[in-house]
């Protein structure tokens, strides 16, 4: 088979993150999470829950569903890294994580509210989400072979994110103009939800999991005609017997690499506090704002277009003075506006009661998502170019499943001390102030990393 060009490749890259994100953007954030939560909270509102409690169980419901998927995730992320690296298999694992991606979203068309189970709802989603995640660990340690200049790796990140943005509004835009209903049973482009689908069944919001399937399908089609593995010809039990004992000496050796093991401390807890802003934020506006699926579908492209520019831009950013100060600026920015969503209410702003009716509330809440779109994706791009720069160069899928460990070994940590606080004090509001701590603890560790690693490259 004939290789393709660098370019290609390239292109090709930028195709996963295009055709990866509406998991994210559709399931996670602004259409399938918040569907949950309401779905939930009506059933336990209809069983003689007060209101209140209602709104903090289903989010804590969504909470510890996620804090589980994470733990699966943590624990065989750098095993399979280690395996990928000594066998130079690479695309086998992103074909089979595919499918869960593929089989996880498709199922939840199945979660009418009539016969609605939390168990299954959150199983299905489970599953996609593990299969997301892994792939794209796989895919992420491709980005070191995409170009033989370091400097060029941010801006290839940048750009891939910012591509994926693109493909997440086109994606959740679809979805509002063909699929969701408003409250006239028209889409938000005037028009009937496409095929019939009817509103009183949910049918409209619930199109979002197939939706979201025949996406990835078709559009990884890109990437896996350009990706190519470089195989190595160990025995299959040879790698994995050798795998478990580099990924030992690798984790026995991270105290003498002190960047690479602040710097997966510090990602550890920020890109915590941002999956807990990202998985939350619809959750949210639906609880405490009252906000429709349409607003916070609005809200999602608001936050996806914010995302898309300033990853582009973040990436020619760190390409002039690298990761480091992007993350930095970043992280605060982000902590500030978590402090902002958790003063915003329909009656006050920063604590400030205002006027019954005001607008300030929502708009508040659009300015914090637009925000969180910008600086969150451009935390994420900059982030997988600085583990580039901190991880050991002959060691790449292992160190980006170290990674992804250090990402999900305590992924469960936000979403659980979400549910925690939301189950203690009844109050969604209460419930997110984690957020911001976990934000401050990132950037402390921060201190300790250096902007090109322990490494010697």
Known sequence: MAQPSGR??????YFFDWASQPYNTLLLTFIFGPYFAATVSANLIASGMPEAAAKAQAQAYWGWGLAIAGVSIAVLAPVLGAIADNSGRKLPWIWFFSFLYFTGSLALWWTAPQDFSVLWALFFFGIGLIGMEFATIFTNSYLPELDDNPAELGRISGSGWAFGYVGGVLALALMLALFQATGSGKTMAGLSPLFGLDPATKADTRIVGPLTAVWFAVFMIPFFLTARDRPTAMA??????????????????????????????????????????????????????????????????????????????????????GPMPVIVFCNVALALVAVLIVSVSPGQVLWI??????????????????VIGAAGGALQASSRNMMTRQANPERMTEAFGLYA?????????????????????????????????????GLILLAWVKPNGDFSR
């Open 353 to 370: 009661p205002v006027a019954e009716g005001s607008a300030l509330p929502d708009v508040s809440f659009f300015i914090a998502g637009a």
């Open 405 to 441: 460990l250090s990402g999900k070994a305590t992924s469960f940590l936000a979403p659980a001390l979400i549910a925690f606080t939301s189950q203690m004090t009844g109050s969604q509001q209460l419930g997110v102030t984690p957020i911001v701590g976990l934000f401050i603890l």
């Open 236 to 321: 299959d039990r040879i790698v994995i017997r050798q795998s478990l004992r580099d990924l030992g000496r690798t984790l026995r050796g991270l105290p003498r690499h002190p960047s690479l093991l602040a710097y997966l401390g510090s990602s550890m807890f920020y890109r915590d506090a941002l999956n807990g802003m990202y998985t939350f934020g619809g959750v949210y506006a639906t609880g405490v704002l009252n906000w429709s699926i349409t607003q916070v579908g609005i809200f999602g492209i608001l936050a996806a277009v914010s995302g898309a520019v300033f990853c582009w831009i973040a990436g020619r950013v760190d390409r002039r003075v």
């Open 8 to 13: 290609a490749r390239i292109w090709g890259w």
